[in-house]
């Protein structure tokens, strides 16, 4: 069974840096696109930004600049380094990944549960 695990985050100052990351449980045969969203209290999830497989990357304006988001294909993980945070990137960070568990089976998407990232003011 396929799980996304993510670890980092933490609490930090505003303009400091944190990084999380997220990695498969088990062996994959191939992700496609990754992202990371992130969900603060009593907001709808945000779509912070997106990696597919050849590198590209799509970042939010509220992000860009600030965050980055890479990929080791070959550990099947995922990272976003967050510079100069504010207190409203307070939120839970979640990575998601379009997964091909195997050969035989089809794509679908995969959710980490979730790393409490907090910027104090």
């Known amino acids: 069974q396929v799980q996304l695990v993510e670890s980092g985050g933490g609490l930090v100052q505003a303009g400091g840096s944190l990084s999380v990351s997220c990695a498969a449980s088990v062996r994959i045969f191939r992700i496609n696109a990754m992202a990371w969203y992130r969900q603060a209290p009593g907001k709808q999830r945000e779509l912070v930004e997106t990696?597919?497989?050849?590198?590209?990357?799509n970042y939010a304006d509220s992000v860009k600049g600030r965050f980055t988001i890479s990929r080791d294909n070959a550990k099947n993980m995922v990272y976003l380094q967050m510079n100069s945070l504010k207190p409203e990137d307070t939120a839970i960070y979640s990575c998601?990944?379009?997964?091909?568990?195997?050969?035989?089976?089809?794509?679908?998407?995969?959710w980490g549960q979730g790393t409490q990232v907090t910027v104090s003011s």
């Open positions: 998601n990944a379009d997964v091909q568990p195997s050969r035989w089976q089809n794509s679908r998407d995969y």
């Open positions: 990696i597919i497989s050849g590198g590209t990357t």
